[in-house]
């Protein structure tokens, strides 16, 4: 009960706020996804989404009107075609460009050549606010249902595909994707520089937003109630604090809290990035002067907002340790919160070794510089923490590969 209210609050909310029913449904469904009840409430709603669904699918069949069909029956299938060819080629060539194997690629693309039921409620709602023709609709289900049924066909023939496009494609062209998939799923290491802008960068788009959206909740939705309730004068005041009193935290944690310490640490150490660091301090600083004069701009007049401006950023400079307390603890909830459905299934998985470790498998291409070496001179588990448990070549398997003897090394060497 409590997981469905939750579901319809932030459909109102998302409504009232302007945005459609199904966003406001996705987004607490995917919190609710990430608690440890999920299973609980995944089992205990499985009745209700059933009928939901039911509805859902008997309504859209209700709708669907087999003369429009007939009548649009060439832009149906122009789109449906359209939508195989297009998808699997733009999916195939994604995966490719991210650094899958081309086989791999192959597959996700003919595996994902259709649209989905969502595009129902997006032809709706665009018929519904007249932005589209009546005809969308009809055609919208028709190629859904059609690149439905052909998706399994599209999944079985995606083996005999690869293989065929396999033999048109020159060898030079596969070395080169060999060699580029390689290379993009190679784990390479940050330099100190890149990590501490990519957290500045972050950082700064996190608690920018935050701030943002408390200002305007608070000016659009709270300031006319506490209006009509206390009066005008005071209803800006009492909004105005309440508000910056939310934003306390956030506020410091845009302006003061340490980013990557130990990153920063290193380039400050450096002369010739302590100008960039000062900067970045400066930009920083800047920005959440910037945000909380926004802000009050929006309750007050501009005299009147710069000088609370300048009060906050002087109250923020002399309550840092208090702000900065309150903040950790605030951060340390919600870490916790966040991380509790890992948390409880690491609890619940046995204990394999006294590391943290887990299972994978590699494939190892044959232009690696590891190749014809030794797993004692590679000593992978010195310099990254893996170790071997079984090396599979073709249809022979090697389960722990014993430590090779000094003939056996003389012989490789030779």
Same mark, same amino acid.
């Given at each position: 009960?409590?997981?469905?209210?939750?579901?319809?609050?932030?459909?109102?909310?998302?409504?009232?706020?302007?945005?459609?029913?199904?966003?406001?449904?996705?987004?607490?469904?995917?919190?609710?996804?990430? %608690?440890?009840?999920?299973?609980?409430? =995944?089992?205990?709603?499985?009745?209700?989404?059933?009928?939901?669904?039911?509805?859902?699918?008997? /309504?859209?069949?209700?709708?669907?009107?087999?003369?429009?069909?007939?009548?649009?029956?060439?832009?149906?299938?122009?789109?449906?075609?359209? %939508?195989v060819f297009g998808k699997t080629?733009?999916?195939?060539?994604?995966?490719?460009? /991210?650094?899958? *194997?081309?086989?791999?690629?192959?597959?996700?693309?003919?595996?994902?050549?259709?649209?989905?039921?969502?595009?129902?409620?997006? &032809?709706?709602?665009?018929?519904?606010?007249?932005?589209?023709?009546?005809?969308?609709?009809?055609?919208?289900?028709?190629? /859904?249902?059609?690149?439905?049924?052909?998706?399994?066909?599209?999944?079985?023939?995606?083996?005999?595909?690869?293989?065929?496009?396999?033999?048109?494609?020159?060898?030079?062209?596969?070395? /080169?994707?060999?060699?580029?998939?390689?290379?993009?799923?190679?784990?390479?290491?940050?330099?100190?520089?890149?990590?501490?802008?990519?957290?500045?960068?972050?950082?700064?788009?996190?608690?920018?937003?935050?701030?943002?959206?408390?200002?305007?909740?608070?000016?659009?939705?709270?300031?006319?109630?506490?209006?009509?309730?206390?009066?005008?004068?005071?209803?800006?005041?009492?909004? &105005?604090?309440?508000?910056?009193?939310?934003?306390?935290p956030f506020l410091w944690a845009?302006?003061?809290?340490?980013?990557?310490?130990?990153?920063?640490?290193?380039?400050?150490?450096?002369?010739?990035?302590?100008? *960039?660091?000062?900067?970045?301090?400066?930009?920083?600083?800047?920005?959440?002067?910037?945000?909380?004069?926004?802000?009050?701009?929006?309750?007050?007049?501009?005299?009147?907002?710069?000088?609370? %401006?300048?009060?906050?950023?002087?109250?923020?400079?002399?309550?840092?340790?208090?702000?900065?307390?309150?903040?950790?603890?605030?951060?340390?909830?919600?870490?916790?919160?966040?991380?509790?459905? =890992?948390?409880?299934?690491?609890?619940?998985?046995?204990?394999?070794?006294?590391?943290?470790?887990?299972?994978?498998?590699?494939?190892?291409?044959?232009?690696?510089?590891?190749?014809?070496?030794?797993?004692?001179?590679?000593?992978?588990?010195?310099?990254?923490?893996?170790?071997?448990?079984?090396?599979?070549?073709?249809?022979?398997?090697?389960?722990?590969?014993?430590?090779?003897?000094?003939?056996?090394?003389?012989?490789?060497?030779?």
């Amino acid at each position: 009960m409590t997981s469905i209210a939750l579901c319809l609050l932030m459909v109102v909310l998302a409504v009232k706020v302007g945005f459609s029913p199904a966003l406001g449904a996705f987004i607490m469904g995917s919190i609710l996804a990430e %608690t440890t009840q999920a299973e609980k409430i =995944e089992h205990l709603v499985k009745s209700v989404k059933d009928l939901f669904g039911a509805i859902f699918f008997v /309504s859209i069949g209700m709708l669907i009107d087999p003369k429009m069909l007939q009548i649009y029956i060439v832009p149906v299938v122009i789109i449906t075609l359209l %939508t195989v060819f297009g998808k699997t080629f733009s999916t195939t060539l994604g995966a490719v460009i /991210s650094g899958q *194997p081309l086989k791999t690629s192959v597959k996700a693309g003919m595996s994902l050549a259709q649209i989905g039921e969502f595009s129902f409620i997006i &032809a709706i709602l665009g018929r519904d606010l007249k932005v589209t023709s009546d005809f969308l609709y009809p055609i919208a289900v028709a190629v /859904s249902a059609v690149t439905t049924f052909t998706t399994p066909y599209m999944i079985k023939v995606a083996d005999p595909f690869y293989d065929w496009l396999d033999k048109f494609i020159p060898q030079k062209w596969k070395s /080169s994707l060999d060699r580029y998939s390689t290379g993009a799923q190679t784990i390479s290491q940050a330099s100190d520089w890149q990590v501490l802008f990519k957290g500045y960068v972050l950082n700064a788009m996190v608690f920018s937003v935050i701030i943002l959206a408390l200002g305007l909740l608070s000016s659009i939705y709270v300031l006319p109630f506490a209006d009509n309730l206390i009066g005008d004068k005071w209803g800006k005041m009492v909004t &105005a604090a309440v508000t910056f009193l939310f934003m306390l935290p956030f506020l410091w944690a845009l302006a003061v809290r340490q980013i990557q310490p130990k990153a920063f640490a290193n380039l400050w150490a450096q002369n010739k990035y302590k100008g *960039p660091l000062t900067l970045f301090r400066t930009v920083r600083i800047a920005l959440a002067v910037f945000l909380v004069g926004f802000m009050l701009d929006r309750f007050f007049n501009f005299t009147v907002a710069l000088t609370a %401006t300048a009060l906050i950023t002087g109250l923020l400079l002399v309550m840092n340790k208090k702000i900065q307390t309150f903040y950790d603890r605030l951060e340390k909830r919600f870490l916790s919160n966040y991380n509790a459905r =890992e948390t409880a299934e690491a609890a619940r998985r046995p204990v394999l070794a006294p590391w943290d470790a887990h299972l994978a498998s590699f494939t190892v291409h044959a232009d690696w510089n590891g190749v014809g070496q030794t797993l004692e001179r590679l000593s992978l588990r010195e310099k990254y923490g893996i170790n071997v448990a079984v090396i599979e070549r073709g249809e022979r398997l090697i389960p722990i590969p014993p430590k090779p003897s000094a003939s056996s090394r003389a012989t490789a060497s030779r």
